[in-house]
């Protein structure tokens, strides 16, 4: 079946400017993440969503930095007045369900270049 | 989520299977064990994850010791295409962040070669 996808795969954005990045999950699947990962480094968390509760926020970097998601399917991130700092690999991941025993399978990424 | 630890790099000949330790002395009795893999430019690929009992997909292995405190992942016949870093992951139940989130190490860079 089709997996996680996200648009576009690569974005070269100027310094400044804002950008949205998407993500479609599994058909199906409730819980949805977003995580980055810069050139070199491990991923790192960003923000969560399950269903209809309140999203995790938690690692996102600043308020810069914004998701949405739409009819519990469709999400995008929303990175404002970027900066050379955010150029990374953005993943999204989706889930079936929240919690450890349901994995969760990632998209190919975008990659984010702010020059 | 507790901590892992994994060796930076292992080498493993085709056909020969592969064994990827991981430590994690302080996984609670709650905690999963999760193993993933990135692939070059790739998102990460899920492989195998257990609580207690060793497990078998058609990807790989996952043997757990009685103690949990370490595990390793078996690929058992390594092609060039398992060439790749391999994260071992403890996930929590935490209701928010813990048992939802991935907090990925800096995992083993294995490599495969004929």
């Known amino acids: 079946g089709a997996g996680v996808s996200q648009s576009p795969s690569n974005k070269v954005t100027e310094k400044g400017k804002d950008v949205e990045l998407r993500c479609d999950p599994i058909?199906?699947?409730?819980?949805l993440y977003w995580y980055r990962q810069s050139l070199g480094q491990g991923l790192e968390f960003l923000i969560y969503?399950?269903?209809?509760?309140?999203?995790?926020k938690s690692g996102l970097p600043s308020d810069r930095f914004s998701a949405e998601r739409t009819g519990g399917s469709v999400s995008t991130l929303t990175i404002q007045r970027t900066q050379q700092e955010d150029s990374a690999v953005y993943l999204c991941?989706?889930?079936?369900?929240?919690?450890?025993?349901?994995?969760?399978?990632f998209g190919p990424g975008t990659r984010l270049t702010v020059t | 989520d507790a901590k892992t630890t994994q060796p930076p790099s292992m080498d493993c000949a085709e056909g020969r299977a592969a064994n990827l330790p991981c430590n994690h002395s302080?996984?609670?009795?709650?905690?999963?064990v999760y193993w993933y893999r990135q692939i070059h430019s790739q998102g990460p690929q899920y492989i195998i994850h257990?609580?207690?009992n060793n497990e078998t997909n058609e990807m790989a292995s996952l043997i757990i010791t009685e103690d949990r405190k370490s595990s390793t992942l078996i690929l058992p016949h390594a092609t060039l295409r398992d060439t790749a870093v391999y994260y071992c992951?403890?996930?929590?139940?935490?209701?928010?962040?813990?048992?939802?989130?991935?907090?990925f190490g800096t995992g083993t860079q294995l490599k495969v070669e004929l």
């Open positions: 257990g609580l207690k």
């Open positions: 969503f399950q269903g209809n509760s309140a999203p995790d």
């Open positions: 302080t996984i609670s009795g709650n905690e999963y």
């Open positions: 991941a989706s889930s079936l369900e929240w919690g450890p025993t349901y994995e969760q399978y």
């Open positions: 058909s199906g699947h409730t819980a």
């Open positions: 992951i403890v996930r929590g139940r935490g209701l928010t962040g813990g048992g939802n989130k991935l907090t």
